[in-house]
């Protein structure tokens, strides 16, 4: 039996579909389909039970399942004892944050495929909260606080941030001292909820306003401009602040500190391509913090 059919089998039972496996695999849907054709054809039994919506598990899918996991686990592990100093094959499917990806994140991915050069690596710059497992993502880099999911989530590094506004907004309108104070002013939304830190004691607010955005990047710029007051990560706003754009506000109550993940598909067997990534953001905090 062919290795890739059963690596196309556990992706299609992963992801409940032959195309979002197809689309992490790499490869056209139908030559997924003619993979799971061989499968049960060698069987004579069948293993996914297809549907308009997608496909699931049978009852002996759901078992064989397990089985062809571990077998292509073994392998992989496998090839990567036997590669020259541990080399990476295949192909890394990463999503990245926009705002922060290409200048914090970009290099850290740049050197890994340096160290690698049979690794096919895959980054996708959004701010979009994108499903790793109906999109074919190996993994995602994610910034901040972590939704309630079944991934999995390894902390690579941290992050600091400020609220911020400029110069001209806090004399047109001055600045908050205090939490509750907020709501009288214009916030530019780009998260539901600002936490900000009271001692040992966290302290949630519902930001009121008329501009929003899921980039920071934006959002920093509207701050730039007067239109409100920003809660956002360091990285994004120390150019503003080094050049008096934006200035620091309230700063009684510092905002939290966040963390830098890296989010995978829940497995027992994970990726090693993906383990390696995270060893090297780790490093990279290491030796740079992100700001």
């Excluded at 497992?133 to 600091?160: E, F, K």
Aim: charged share 20%; hydrophobic share 45%.
């Amino acid at each position: 039996m062919d290795i890739e059919d059963l690596r196309s089998f556990v992706e299609v039972a992963d992801a409940g579909g032959v195309s979002p496996a197809a689309r992490r695999l790499g490869v056209s849907k139908s030559m997924v389909s003619r993979r799971l054709i061989r499968i049960e054809e060698a069987f004579g039994i069948q293993l996914l039970a297809r549907t308009t919506r997608g496909a699931g598990l049978t009852e002996a899918g759901t078992t064989f399942r397990e089985h062809a996991a571990r077998i292509c686990a073994e392998i992989d592990l496998a090839r990567e004892t036997i590669s020259p100093a541990g080399d990476l094959r295949g192909r890394l499917r990463v999503a990245v944050p926009l705002t922060s990806g290409p200048i914090h994140f970009a290099p850290v991915l740049a050197e890994m495929a340096r160290h690698h050069p049979r690794l096919q690596i895959h980054a996708d710059y959004s701010d979009r909260f994108v499903d790793l497992i109906a999109d074919g993502y190996d993994c995602a880099i994610r910034v901040g606080a972590l939704r309630d999911s079944n991934l999995i989530a390894r902390r690579v590094g941290q992050i600091y941030g400020k609220l911020v506004a400029s110069p001209d907004y806090i004399r047109a309108h001055g600045s908050p001292e205090t939490p509750d104070e907020i709501v009288a002013h214009q916030a530019l939304i780009g998260a539901e909820a600002w936490r900000f830190m009271d001692g040992d004691k966290v302290v949630t607010v519902q930001p009121q306003g008329r501009f929003s955005s899921d980039n920071g990047a934006a959002l920093a710029s509207a701050a730039a401009a007067g239109l409100g007051i920003a809660w956002l990560p360091d990285c994004v706003t120390h150019e503003y602040l080094a050049s008096g754009a934006l200035v620091p506000v309230m700063t009684r109550f510092p905002l939290p500190v966040g963390g830098v993940y890296v989010v995978r598909p829940s497995s027992p067997h994970p990726a090693r391509k993906v383990r390696i990534l995270s060893e090297f953001l780790i490093g990279s905090f290491e030796r740079s913090p992100l700001l």
